[in-house]
């Protein structure tokens, strides 16, 4: 809820974020110096926390909720999914938030990671995105 609260605020804050949904940096950096980027930055932020714990919360139900005496090919075809999608969270999300993170440091620090005239790649950006 709060990760939601703080996106819809960033769309009423200066108009709105108006740098697409990848928040691309070239499109981060020209002009687009308002609080609204940084609120909805910090929402993906909040979302990926949440959903980090709630695949360690299903990874950790999965292996200590299983019923004794039954081995993992047994489970139910729901419960593998749910298996493969936290894992695939766990792998992704801290990506995403590095990348995010990258990128507020190149919007207030003066960075230069994506940032083509000081040596920056913005391609890296797309790829950990």
């Known amino acids: 809820m709060p990760s939601l609260a703080l996106a819809l605020m960033s769309f009423m804050i200066d108009g709105g974020r108006g740098t697409s949904w990848t928040f691309y940096p070239p499109l981060r950096t020209l ?3 308002s609080v609204s980027v940084d609120s909805l930055i910090f929402s ?3 979302a990926g926390i949440s959903s980090l714990l709630g695949a360690i919360n299903f ?3 999965i292996s200590i909720l299983r019923t004794p005496g039954i081995s993992p090919s047994f489970l139910r075809l729901f419960v593998w999914c749910m298996a493969v ?3 695939l969270l766990l792998l992704r999300l801290p990506v995403l938030a590095g990348a995010l993170t990258i ?3 190149d919007r207030h620090f ?3 990671f994506f940032n083509p005239e ?3 790649n913005p391609l890296v950006y797309q ?3």
């Open 31 to 33: 002009g687009q110096t």
């Open 44 to 46: 993906l932020h909040c």
């Open 85 to 87: 999608t936290a894992c």
């Open 118 to 120: 000081g040596g920056g």
């Open 59 to 61: 990874l950790v139900s």
């Open 127 to 129: 790829h950990l995105f």
């Open 110 to 112: 003066n960075t230069r």
């Open 103 to 105: 990128l507020i440091f």
